[in-house]
């Protein structure tokens, strides 16, 4: 398995960046994804995840209406939509897959297969 993000960069404020995540190996569709983020000196959080088949999504409460997390079934490929972008959105995202929905979708130790992160950079 692997998982190819791309899509990072430096934008304002208040502007919008858009993160992709292709998947090789398996199919995207019958698997759950989420995207996480770390910034500098701290830990790997939770960002947004999509439930497989269903795609029931879940979000963290500091990016909830602004970040949309989807995937297309015919490209295998998650993506990102990050919109009103904060300064303190700031981090290195990664994009993390695994066979089946947990409940503890939350915690990065129970995603199975990882990206290599892209950056994001917000300048106030």
């Known amino acids: 398995v692997q998982l190819q993000a791309s899509g990072g960069g430096l934008v304002q404020a208040g502007g919008s960046l858009g993160l992709s995540c292709l998947a090789s190996?398996?199919?995207?569709?019958?698997?759950?994804g989420a995207w996480f983020r770390q910034a500098p000196g701290k830990e790997r959080d939770f960002v947004a995840a999509?439930?497989?088949?269903?795609?029931?999504?879940r979000y963290s409460d500091s990016v909830k209406g602004r970040f949309t997390i989807s995937r297309d079934n015919a490209k295998n490929t998650l993506y990102l939509r990050m919109n009103s972008l904060k300064p303190e959105d700031t981090a290195v995202y990664y994009c993390a897959v695994r066979n089946y929905w947990s409940v503890q979708y939350y915690e990065a130790q129970h995603w199975s297969y990882w990206g290599k992160g892209t950056q994001v950079t917000v300048s106030s």
């Open positions: 190996g398996l199919t995207l569709r019958s698997s759950s």
């Open positions: 999509i439930r497989e088949l269903n795609s029931a999504t």
